[in-house]
């Protein structure tokens, strides 16, 4: 399993892991990753998706590139990511 974490600017920590089947979900959990739940995640089909979002996003909105949005069920088409 690969994983990364990185600390956004408000201090909450922004986790990128890799699933079984090729499927990547980047997480954002309260203070030290030991939390057991994140606060929210997105799905991503595609490490350079789910790895470029994990860079570049600071914690305001929502990350680029995501598929699938867990806690809302909204999903998007290719041609929208």
């Known amino acids: ?3 990364r974490i990185r ?3 408000d201090g909450r920590n922004l986790v990128v892991t890799q699933l079984g089947g090729g499927a990547w979900v980047l997480q954002v959990y309260e203070g030290a990753h030991g939390n057991k739940f994140p606060l929210d995640e997105w799905f991503y089909p595609d490490a350079t998706s789910a790895m470029q979002a994990w860079y570049i996003w600071e914690g305001v ?3 680029e590139g ?3 949005h867990y806690a809302t069920r909204r999903s998007r088409p290719e041609r929208e990511a």
Do not use: V
């Open 1 to 3: 399993m690969t994983r």
């Open 66 to 68: 995501w598929k699938h």
């Open 7 to 9: 600390t956004l600017p």
């Open 61 to 63: 909105g929502e990350p």
